[in-house]
T-cell receptor, first 120, second 113 residues
Framework: SAVISQKPSRDICQRGTSLTIQCQVD?????MFWYRQQPGQSLTLIAT?????????ESGFVIDKFPISRPNLTFSTLTVSNMSPEDSSIYLC?????????????????FGEGSWLTVV | GESVGLHLPTLSVQEGDNSIINCAYS??????FIWYKQESGKGPQFIID?????DKRQGQRVTVLLNKTVKHLSLQIAATQPGDSAVYFC????????????FGTGTRLLVSP
């Protein structure tokens, strides 16, 4: 299984500020994924971070609010911009174990421990 | 740590009982399904998966059943232990061959000693 490390693990942020979350994987992966889990809710895919190209965002999420970087095959960042209390969530990084982002036989999807953000 | 899923459906069982957690998925074309366990303050932990060409898969103390006819997924935990207490999520992959997981709403499992 992949070992995924996220920083910060927790933070309390002021309204209107931005925070960058880091995700480090212990092996090279083609695609990394960012999810959000709002309080009391399930996980929702924000975007797919592709190395060497712009991230692909899901419906309801935009680059200006959630800019993503993917400088190499083991690292990605997600920034939550101009935060409001509604952005208080757990932000989770995930990777597909085969490293290619395709769910071919024998591969599955692992998550980091998440970054727990509270916006006040 | 913080609680996840404060308003989730809850299944309460006694230690040693078998637990069954159910999930209805949305897309008949989904090809891959995963069960995750999420303990308080932690990220989702992979439990077991199943592909759409199977209807049953067994792991250590866990079994996943897939009924494609009614788009239903279940997780069976044998001899449930207090350490199994957590929120359990099913997830379906909506995009064949590439990752686009859609998660269910989750079920909280409470195991009493």
């Amino acid at each position: 299984s992949a070992v995924i490390s996220q920083k910060p693990s927790r933070d309390i942020c002021q309204r209107g500020t931005s925070l960058t979350i880091q995700c480090q994987v212990d092996s090279q992966v083609t695609m990394m994924f960012w999810y959000r889990q709002q309080p009391g809710q399930s996980l929702t895919l924000i975007a797919t971070a592709n190395q060497g190209s712009e991230a692909t965002y899901e419906s309801g999420f935009v680059i200006d609010k959630f800019p993503i970087s993917r400088p190499n095959l083991t690292f990605s960042t997600l920034t939550v911009s101009n935060m409001s209390p509604e952005d208080s969530s757990i932000y989770l990084c995930s990777v597909e174990s085969g490293g290619q982002g395709t769910l071919s036989s024998g591969n599955t999807i692992y998550f980091g421990e998440g970054s727990w953000l509270t916006v006040v | 740590g913080e609680s996840v899923g404060l308003h989730l459906p809850t299944l309460s069982v006694q230690e040693g009982d078998n637990s069954i957690i159910n999930c209805a998925y949305s897309n008949s074309a989904s090809d891959y399904f995963i069960w995750y366990k999420q303990e308080s303050g932690k990220g989702p932990q992979f439990i077991i998966d199943i592909r759409s060409n199977m209807d049953k898969r067994q792991g250590q103390r866990v079994t996943v059943l897939l009924n494609k006819t009614v788009k239903h997924l279940s997780l069976q935990i044998a001899a449930t232990q207090p350490g199994d207490s957590a929120v359990y999520f099913c997830a379906e992959n909506m995009r064949t061959g590439f990752q686009k997981l859609v998660f269910g709403t989750g079920t909280r499992l409470l195991v009493s000693p």
